[in-house]
């Protein structure tokens, strides 16, 4: 069923990612949080919890990810004992442990459907699709000259000209890999363009394509900002201000 599968909103940064994750969570039915770091990295780690059938170790994942600080967990303001709980009574595979931190999330708001927003995942798009099959990836592309020139102004953006170009051009590689390998039921563009200049046909085209209804209150982004924009990302100050200013 449409309407059940988890949401992944990628680009390369600084292409309207957190933009397109604020118009999302302001959604009725969807939840998506702000960036957190646990995914990617635990399926790196992921023989080192070892047999997830085991209570147990699913508990030492569930502590990985709650007691991290580079876990960004408590960015989410969620109780930890009760997602590690949820975890450790849930089924027994990596996918599940994650969906959980991300399910308890949408609890939160009242929300039946979860996603998730991180401009890394669309290097690393085979190794989401393993965790979550069932996936639908919307995939927001920026102008690259626009990118390449936003990404230069970034205080934690320590490469060059040339790096930052490679990085959405590699971007857009995946992109169309994504778009041939899972078409157009689980793989959605959005133009970062078109949707700041008129938002609403964009967005009920990507509601059409997440099986949703549209609601107005997608194109008040800013609305929300104070909520699933950390204080310390002071390079998102303009999601705070109104679309297309």
Known sequence: MTAQRPIFIVGCPRSGTTMLQLMLHAHPRIAIPPETRFVLEGFRRRRHFGDLRRPEHRRALAEW???????????LGLDAEEVIDAIVSGPPTLGAA???VFQAYSRKFGKPRW???RPAYINNLPV????????Q???IIRDGRDCVASLQEMPWHRRGIYQSISAWARAIDHGRWAARKLGPESYHEVRYEELVTDPEPQLRAL????GEEYDPAMTKPEELAHIAV???KTWHKRTHAEVGT
């Open 128 to 135: 989401l699709l393993r965790l979550f099959p069932d996936a």
């Open 230 to 232: 950390p204080k310390h």
């Open 137 to 139: 990836i919307v995939h």
């Open 65 to 75: 990810i709650v007691r991290r600080t580079e876990s960004r967990f408590v960015d």
């Open 98 to 100: 994650f969906a959980a």
């Open 115 to 117: 996603g998730d927003k």
């Open 207 to 210: 509601c059409q394509f997440l």
